[in-house]
């Protein structure tokens, strides 16, 4: 019987996902159908996204999964009307790897300085070496494919790094904590910390004031996960105070970020608007037919949301 896949993202991705979709398809064998209309009675399968067209599953009396095109899943996991399983995207080649690049580049401009010499308007020679990275502590809140696939990279650079998350993921040369100790314990003394942490009630504010007077005076912080994550007045105050020497942010509470918004022109603020990764549709496509086929096969589904936990 024909497998019917709709794709349900905004009506602009459809371009950039058909041709990466059908190949990805193909290859699994199946006899599908891929559209972005359907009665919505004859929809297997909804490639998604939370600010595509489909809101309301109550129609969608057939469906077997839907397969979420973002690694956030905030916007879609608290919908009653999905009954089915919901995946998020992890994608190595893809996603992954567009944020290990982000996170490392912001990582290695703080660590070493760069802005005094990229803007040095009053020609100071100041020719004080940055220490190495084996001297400068970075802690990863969100300790998942992103958050362990960046610490890989900044300890091979030399980093020693810490990754805190619910249950703990115990790697080689790598510290790893869980729980509210395992917090303070991960934050004390952290000179860089980087969020990649998703929004859910439990993370909510969990960078407040106690938690960055915890961090090493003048350190960074650098949050591509979710801008609920960060107190946003505990951040503008430690900032003011020198206790946080710099902020690199690439998601806020509002987004597009308000014109009027503090962040924005901070002199002590880098905001980058929400680019830190995205979904590349070549490998993201794979990852999405092989779910298919899983699902086809009888196979578990890989990236499953766990509905309870919110992520
Ligand atoms: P993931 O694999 O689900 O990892 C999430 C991590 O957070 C896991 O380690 C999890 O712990 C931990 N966690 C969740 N709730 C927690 C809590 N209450 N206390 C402690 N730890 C908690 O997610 P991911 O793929 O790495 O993505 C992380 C987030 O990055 C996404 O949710 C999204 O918000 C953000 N993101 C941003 C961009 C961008 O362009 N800015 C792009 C992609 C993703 P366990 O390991 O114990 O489950």
Known sequence: ??????????????????????????????????????APSEVDYIVYAPNGSVQDFT????LKAVLNLWAGVEDVVGNKTLTVPLTRMVDDQGLTQGMVEWVTGHVMRHHLGMDSHIVNPDRVWNNSAPP???DRP???LGFGALGQACARILTTLGFPVTGWSRSGHPLPGITSMSGDNGLTEALTGAQIVVLLLPATPGTANILNAER???MAPGAFVINPGRGPLIDDAALLAALDSGQIAHAT????????????DPYWGHPRVTVTPHIASETR??????????NI????????????VDRSAGY
Do not use: C, K
Request: proline fraction near 11%.
């Open 1 to 38: 019987m024909t497998v019917n896949v709709l794709f349900a993202a905004q009506p602009n991705r459809w371009p950039q996902y058909e041709t990466p979709l059908r190949i990805a398809l193909d290859d699994t064998g199946l006899d599908y159908d891929l559209r972005t209309e359907f």
């Open 59 to 62: 129609p969608y009396t057939r």
């Open 132 to 134: 190495l990275a084996t």
């Open 138 to 140: 970075v802690t990863i």
């Open 212 to 214: 960055l007077a915890l």
């Open 249 to 260: 942010l690439d998601v806020f509470r509002t987004e597009p970020l308000p014109n009027d």
């Open 281 to 290: 549709p070549p490998s993201a496509s794979r990852v999405i037919a092989d």
């Open 293 to 304: 086929r899983r699902s086809e096969a009888g196979e578990p589904l890989l990236h499953l």
